[in-house]
């Protein structure tokens, strides 16, 4: 008998397990019809302003919303310049093109697929107005050399943690999460996150009051009292089925990520024991981060050929990514070419993305690895 398909991630089995707090708490949405805005999202708001700890947090239609509203709050015009990752998901340089802003991309670490420090820092110029950290993965990006410098030119500092909510770094002697460190935070609720609605779903978290108010406001077209309208904004709430959803999965988050690191842990013996340590190179943490493996990204030797004969075995994987930003053909204006960030590039030959979710078993693991034992001749 064939055994079943192992996707990267089963998000069935994740909602056996709150089946029932689920339902209960949609139930008070639906007996509440207040569907946009409503008090579930204030709650929602709360809870996560809580759980960071931040000041303010404001929900919005998704990830990418999220990052386009930081953005607008910060008034970026055409010219002004934003550093950031070409290897990362597009909505984190969309956000700044749409607007006229010029992306301005550093090479990346070999070893964490997070922007370089010395980079970014050799990157800043008067025009610089934000730089968009993106903790890729579910790894924080070190912030603490980029945070001083930044403060001290006035350049803000926002966070793309869509892929890494609950995720911290050591700052000094305190751990600061993903999204509490930087200007502002922007999350992505999308259902495949490790926090994932039933739906579309983002959120930007500001440490200014004033910016916060901007935000609040730009999420509703722009206006303070409804049909009054002070600037253009955009239409980009959070609705409240999905704030009812997102709360119950707060409460089990910290759990769900000790799980997933967990299953981290557990590839990286497998790896050893299978002799797979030559070919396969595991994340690598750096020291001071907690690591939440939004996605478990290995580099490896003939990645296409790999993820092909895993694919024959009835295992799923993923690229994350196969181009990088700078050479997408709607950035080519930008003037990039092959070459220009040659560690980017690398990743995009040889990064592999292998299930990981709080539930995968260490089973199923064992069948990942002697697939990859198989495939690479170590047994
Ligand atoms: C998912 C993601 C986004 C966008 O989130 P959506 O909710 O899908 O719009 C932005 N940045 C990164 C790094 C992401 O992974």
Redesign the pocket.
């Known amino acids: 008998m064939k055994p079943d398909y192992l996707p990267t991630l089963d998000l069935k089995r994740n909602y056996h397990r709150i089946r029932q707090e689920i339902q209960g708490a949609l139930n008070e949405v639906l007996d509440e019809q207040s569907f946009i805005l409503g008090p579930a999202v204030s709650a929602f708001e709360a809870d996560v302003a809580t759980y960071l700890p931040v000041s303010h947090a404001v929900g919005c239609a998704?990830?990418?919303?999220?990052?386009l509203l930081a953005l607008m709050a910060l008034d970026l015009k055409p010219g002004d310049e934003v550093i950031t990752s070409p290897f990362?998901?597009f909505?984190?340089v969309s956000a700044i093109t749409r607007l006229g802003a010029k992306p301005v991309f550093v090479d990346v670490d070999p070893e964490t697929y997070n922007m370089k420090t010395d980079a970014v820092l050799a990157s800043v110029t008067d025009r610089t107005r934000a730089v968009i950290a993106?903790h890729?993965f579910g790894q924080m990006v070190p912030l603490e050399e980029i945070d001083e410098e930044l403060k001290g030119r006035g350049i803000v500092l926002v966070e793309?943690a869509?892929?890494a909510f609950g995720s911290w770094r050591m700052k000094k002697n305190e751990p600061v999460r993903a999204g509490a460190w930087g200007d502002l935070g922007?999350f992505?609720?999308?259902p495949t996150?490790n926090l994932g609605g039933y739906g579309?779903?983002?959120m930007i978290t500001a440490r200014d009051e004033a910016l916060a108010r901007r935000l609040r406001s730009l999420r509703v077209h722009g206006s303070g009292r409804t049909y009054f309208h002070e600037e253009v904004g955009l239409n980009s709430r959070l609705d409240s089925l999905q704030a009812a959803v997102l709360r119950v999965k707060l409460r089990h988050l910290d759990e769900w990520n000790e799980e997933r690191r967990l299953v981290a842990d557990r590839y990286g013996l497998l790896f050893a024991e299978a002799g797979l340590n030559d070919v396969v190179q595991a994340p690598t943490v750096l020291e001071g981060n907690s690591h939440i493996f939004h996605q478990y990204v290995i580099r490896c030797s003939r990645r296409d050929a790999l993820q092909a004969f895993l694919e024959e075995q009835g295992i799923a994987s993923r690229v994350y990514y196969p181009l990088p930003l700078h050479e997408q053909r709607c950035f080519a204006f930008l003037g990039h070419g092959k070459g220009d960030f040659p560690t980017a590039e690398a990743l995009a030959e040889d990064v592999l993305a292998l299930p990981v979710f709080p539930e995968l078993t260490a089973s199923e693991q064992e069948r990942v690895v002697d697939a990859m034992a198989h495939f690479y001749g170590q047994s």
Do not use: E, M
Not at 62 to 67: H, I, Q, R, T, V
């Open positions: 998704s990830g990418s919303d999220a990052l990362t998901f909505a984190t993106v890729l793309d869509a892929q922007c992505s609720f999308f996150k579309d779903g983002g």
